[in-house]
């Protein structure tokens, strides 16, 4: 095949989630082949366009803050979000423990993923097992270490790690928890249906990268080595968009 062709091929498998055996046949190569190809790709590609998502410094975030931020959140580095995506089971029993999530009562992968307010992906974990929680998540991802004193990191309440945030001297911005029996007050409720209006963005740009059918079906335990990187390279073509 011609380098262009390949490249197209792995293109489709990627955004339209296409057999190995079906791109063989459409491009009348042997399966093997095929698999072949398309890892060199993979491989290649996670380090040609690593330079499509980057952390961006605090002037740049400030120089192209939406409104909605700049009025109520001026302080936000990143909003952030986890995100399953599903695997098949292991023959491993301590990988079936590892990998199962009760969210999505299924075998997944899970990854944390950085927006900035601007509706750009900014960051992008490697896959983790399914189980793992959020806290634990953010903690591998190594996130918090990336910003500075006096910015804010915007997450859902699941998100329970301004143990990890304060000592840092970094703002955590989540939805105020509700007690038993008791009311949101005013502020509350205009604070919460601020954070969700501020959230639309993350919650975009994860529909976008959950575009890629690839990610959409269950990826076979034989990509596991791969994973990330395909991953890694949904997000990253997201913010050719």
Not at 43 to 53: E, I
Request: net charge positive; glycine share 4%.
């Amino acid at each position: 095949l011609r380098c262009i062709n390949e490249f197209f091929m792995v293109l489709r498998r990627i955004r339209l989630g296409l057999l190995l055996e079906d791109l063989a046949y459409r491009f009348r190569i042997s399966t093997t082949t095929c698999g072949d190809i398309f890892n060199r790709w993979i491989d290649y590609l996670d380090n040609q366009l690593s330079v499509l998502v980057m952390w961006p410094s605090r002037d740049v975030i400030d120089s192209n803050m939406p409104e909605i931020f700049k009025d109520k959140f001026p302080t936000t580095r990143v909003i952030i979000d986890a995100t399953e995506i599903r695997t098949e089971t292991p023959s491993s029993l301590k990988l079936k423990s590892l990998m199962y999530s009760d969210y999505k009562s299924h075998m997944t992968w899970k990854s944390l993923i950085g927006i900035s307010p601007a509706g750009i992906v900014t960051y992008v974990s490697d896959l983790w097992c399914g189980s793992i929680s959020d806290k634990q998540l953010t903690i591998e991802s190594g996130l918090v270490e990336l910003c500075e004193p006096g910015d804010s990191i915007m997450a859902d309440k699941g998100f329970t790690i301004s143990d990890l945030t304060t000592p840092r001297g970094i703002n955590l911005i989540i939805p105020p928890f509700k007690k038993k029996q008791v009311k949101f007050s005013k502020q509350g409720v205009k604070r919460t249906k601020g954070i969700a209006n501020a959230r639309i963005h993350v919650e975009r740009q994860m529909e976008r990268i959950k575009n890629f059918r690839i990610a959409q079906g269950v990826i076979p335990i034989t990509m596991a080595n791969q994973a990330s990187k395909i991953w890694r390279l949904c997000a990253r073509l997201t913010n050719l968009q």
